[in-house]
């Protein structure tokens, strides 16, 4: 169920907050070989919903997340509840203070039923974590949920909760959104506070949510976005309203499709999908404009120089490999291999690439792309068949998300089909920056137009 389909619930007294809380930890309990969860906050969220009970009854109502179960990525700060980042570097590390999103939404009335498995440190796609478990897809055990968020995917596709909070560095919303069939969006760079986020890459992390449908998402950022004077890349961007109703016509939009990079290199089931959803925009009286986007071979490459080097600076005192798992030292000693020069030529490569976008959007209101170019691969593969093409798994799933990180645009991953194996297929609409609200509007017009 969604967001809103709860609140009617409680609002009408057909539940209690309470008895959302306790159905949802339930389901996660009866549901724990998924793998989804490294922390059940039960009595935590039993506390706050019989609090939020007590204020509906009383006449307070804090808006659409009024009791509302949610799950947290275990990569954001809650007080007292231990913050591991599905690493055995902070498994025992209990902040003492919340995350400002954190804060945010228990502002808002959400109650938080547990910390979220992932990829170890954030740093990975197939949340198989070696210390809390692989993450299975609910749609299907034997393929992977995505990550580095996948415990927050896999949690809202088990329908235990209708929203979760996720991080993107190179796609970890993203990817989850689209290997699970959910709604993700990673927000403009500095549009969400990340004050109390464990950081994997300081100026490619991004922090949004995960749901059930776009106005799940669109709700979350009217929640917990906004400026935040403790978080230095926090942008003083007025905050709007998220939650627009969706367009009666697509009359007058200018929708980008690239002519190079995104349609390259993508399964049948997924590129007829996204061809198909497309369609239906023109259909809706939008301008389809093939576009030629920068060279986003380039953009990537310069995005993992980037990533690699501020991962090494985030860990200069780790040196023992049995602290982390294969993968992340492999990741690690990379980082340590490349030269500051390397990375300061990076750093410039990003203000060129981020002035040809800004060009862009001159001519287009919003760019389509796949979001992978796969559906959900299995579990057992490190290699994939992409169009003919063999692939690793992690390049392919990354690769037409990752670049938006280095850029900074608001993108978001929707569900637009099925793949012949019955798996979703989703799409990514990317928007200029700050472009959030019509970028959630166009979202929900698509939606409404699949359905």
Known sequence: MTVRELGAQLRNRETSCLQLATEAIEAAQKQADLHAFITITENEAKAAALQLDAELKSGRDRGPFHGIPIVVKDLFYTAGIRTTAGSRLFENFLPSFNATVIDRLQQAGAVSIGKTNLHELAFGITSNNPYYGRVLNPLDHARIAGGSSGGTAAAIAASIVPMGLGTDTGGSIRIPASYCGLVGLKPTYGRVSRYGVLPLSFSLDHVGPLGTCVEDCALAMNAFAGWDARDRSSCVEPTPDFNLPPLADCTGLRVGLPKNFFFERLSEDVSKAVKHATSLLGRAGANLI??????????????????????????????????????????????????????????????????????????????????????????????????????????????????????????????????????????????????????????????????
């Open 290 to 451: 093939e576009v030629t986007v920068p060279n986003f071979h380039e953009i990537i490459l310069t995005s993992q120089v980037v990533q690699l080097s501020e991962f090494a600076a985030q860990h200069t005192t780790h040196d023992a490999s049995e602290q982390f798992g294969t993968d992340i030292w492999a990741h690690l000693e990379l980082g340590r291999q490349i030269a500051a020069h390397e990375y300061v030529n990076a750093q410039r490569l990003r203000t060129l690439f981020r002035r040809e976008m800004d060009h862009l959007w001159h001519e287009i209101d919003l760019l389509i792309t796949p979001t992978t170019p796969i559906a959900a691969p299995l579990a057992s593969k490190d290699t994939v068949d992409v169009g003919g093409n063999e692939e690793n798994v992690r390049m392919a799933s990354t690769r037409l998300v990752r670049g938006f990180n280095l850029l900074g645009e608001p993108a978001l991953s929707m569900p637009c089909g099925k793949a012949d194996t019955g798996m979703p297929v989703s799409l990514q609409l990317v928007a200029p920056p700050f472009g959030e609200p019509r970028l959630l509007q166009i979202a929900k017009t698509l939606e409404f137009l699949l359905s």
